[in-house]
């Protein structure tokens, strides 16, 4: 059973920046995925075995995805916070490697995790 667990949500002001981190049962492609209320779910990055990551154009270069594979720990962080990154923030197991840094995809991941909320004010 794959069990996921997301931390390190919370408040910060626009500009400021938080760390993310999800721990797993087992590496797999790994995913963060992102959603506002009244919103979709929205792909922020994944990143395969080998560390090879894509993010959405709303992240790049403000986010960076990382991970250990001594802890089994997935990190999101997040710089320049700004209030549209607003959003309950989930890690999910993608099923499978192959394809993992063409696209972030909710329907591609079958394991979630239940979020962590991160609030950004203006």
């Known amino acids: 059973q794959v069990h996921l667990v997301e931390s390190g949500g919370g408040s910060v002001q626009a500009g400021g920046s938080l760390r993310l981190s999800c721990t797993v049962s087992?590496?797999?492609?790994m995913g963060w995925f992102r959603q506002a209320p009244g919103k979709e779910r929205e792909g922020v990055v994944s990143?395969?075995?080998?560390?090879?990551?894509r993010y959405a154009d709303s992240v790049k270069g403000r986010f960076t995805v990382s991970r250990d594979d001594g802890t089994l720990r997935l990190y999101l962080q997040l710089n320049n916070a700004t209030p549209e990154d607003t959003a309950m923030y989930y890690c999910?197991?993608?099923?499978?490697?192959?394809?993992?840094?063409?696209?972030?995809?909710?329907?591609?991941?079958?394991?979630w995790g239940r979020g962590t909320q991160v609030t950004v004010s203006s």
């Open positions: 999910a197991r993608r099923r499978t490697f192959y394809g993992c840094t063409e696209g972030v995809t909710a329907e591609d991941y079958d394991y």
């Open positions: 087992g590496y797999h492609c």
């Open positions: 990143i395969d075995g080998a560390g090879r990551s």
